[in-house]
Every structure is written in C-alpha cells, then in structure tokens.
C-alpha cells in the first residue's frame, strides 16, 4: 500500500497560540488529501479536503480561518489551528488515495493538547 | 445530507463466536464501502473493503455484505480472537462530478472475552 506521513505524533501548545500539522504523501502523488478530527471514544469527522494548488473544501460547521488548509505540494498538505483553545484538543488524522486505489490511506496521527 | 450509522456502540463476543456490526447510509451516490479497524492511539487501517456493483466479499474470518436497495452493509467477523478486540469503523464513499470524501460511521468497540 501507500504510506501517509503525519507529524508531529503528539504536540501540547498554550492556549491562544498556533499548531500546524503536516501530512505527507511519501511514495506517491496525492492531488487530494483529507483532514479528520477525532475526539476520545468518537468517530473520525471529516472537516476539510485539501486540493493541491487551490482552496480547500471545508465541511459544515468547520471554521476555516480557525483551521487554515495549505496544499502547496502534490506531496505535502498542512493543517494549521490558530488561536487554540482546550476545546481543540484532539486526534487530527489526514488521509490520503493514492492513484490507482480507492481506499484512502491515514497518517498516523497527531494528538493535540491545548493547556 | 451525508449519513452514516453504524450499530451497536459495543459489542462483546465470546472468543470463537461471530460478531456482526450494521451501517446504514443516506446517500444512493455511495459506491465504495470500507471497514477499518481502529486501536487505541492509532491509525484507522482498512481491514476490507465492497464496491456497489458486488454484493458480498469474503476475506479469511472477515466478509462484508451491501444490501444497495436498503442501504445497509454489514461486517461479519467469524471464530473471533483476543486481538479482533478494536474499533471498527464503516463508511462510504460519495463520488460527485468534481470531487469525493469518505464519511465514516460512529465507530463499534468490539471486545472479545476469553
């Protein structure tokens, strides 16, 4: 299969101030990546689809000045929250297809501590 | 709008014994449905995957059934083990004429008693 890249693994961050998240595509070109965030004991929820070269597209409810998406790279897209609160605090995973497969393949994660 | 519900929350078997999760969906433009197993702290990792043109696929103890006209797909998960025990996760896949995005289902914790 494909490998998704994340990181960092883990971060803990004041409150008030910016985290950015990489995720990146490491054997393969990937146009579309997707950022999911899940809290303790919930399910994956979708909050964005970065595109490579333009905006993303961000899901209902997610604020996209809080949550800034950058897909500079066929192979690299950042998740940046600004201005964090404890109430960001969680599991921030992005995927990825790669060509010529329809399942999505998950970095491995970045659990967000905001104090 | 999208909708995936999964059923149950929990689940314990006893080891050997089948367990069987249920997902439901919302949109009929759903045509690829992946399971994944999830454990503490990790990555989700895709265990089995149906498309909508097939109703039925088996791998080893795991298979996955898509009813289309319905909506739902199961999994089913024979002679259980200890390290069956996870998170599963069902989803579609939605494809539209410019995009696609995976939409997942709540999640079961399955445990597997010895």
């Known amino acids: 299969g494909a490998v998704v890249s994340q990181h960092p693994s883990w971060v803990i961050c004041k409150s008030g101030t910016s985290v950015k998240i990489e995720c990146r595509s490491l054997?393969?070109?990937?146009?579309?990546m997707f950022w999911y965030r899940q809290f303790p004991k919930q399910s994956l929820m979708l909050m964005a689809t970065?595109?490579?070269?333009?905006?993303?597209?961000?899901e209902q409810g997610v604020e996209k000045d809080k949550f800034l998406i950058n897909h500079a790279s066929l192979t690299l897209s950042t998740l940046t929250v600004t201005s964090a609160h404890p109430e960001d605090s969680s599991f921030y995973i992005c995927?990825?297809?790669?060509?010529?497969?329809?399942?999505?393949?998950f970095g491995q994660g970045t659990r967000l501590t905001v104090v | 709008g999208e909708n995936v519900e999964q059923h149950p929350s929990t689940l314990s078997v006893q080891e050997g014994d089948s367990a069987v999760i249920k997902c439901t969906y919302s949109?009929?433009?759903?045509?690829?449905f992946p399971w994944y197993k999830q454990e503490l702290g990790k990555r989700p990792q895709l265990i089995i995957d149906?498309?909508?043109?097939?109703g039925e696929k088996k791998d080893q103890r795991i298979a996955v059934t898509l009813n289309k006209t319905a909506k739902h797909f199961s999994l089913h998960i024979t002679e259980t083990q200890p390290e069956d025990s996870a998170v599963y996760f069902c989803?579609?896949?939605?494809?539209?004429?410019?995009?696609?995005?995976?939409?997942f289902g709540s999640g079961t914790r399955l445990s597997i008693r010895p």
């Open positions: 995927s990825a297809r790669a060509p010529g497969y329809t399942e999505a393949f």
């Open positions: 054997d393969f070109q990937a146009t579309t």
């Open positions: 970065s595109n490579e070269g333009s905006k993303a597209t961000y």
């Open positions: 949109d009929s433009a759903s045509n690829y």
């Open positions: 149906i498309r909508s043109n097939v």
């Open positions: 989803a579609a896949k939605l494809e539209y004429s410019s995009a696609s995005k995976i939409i």
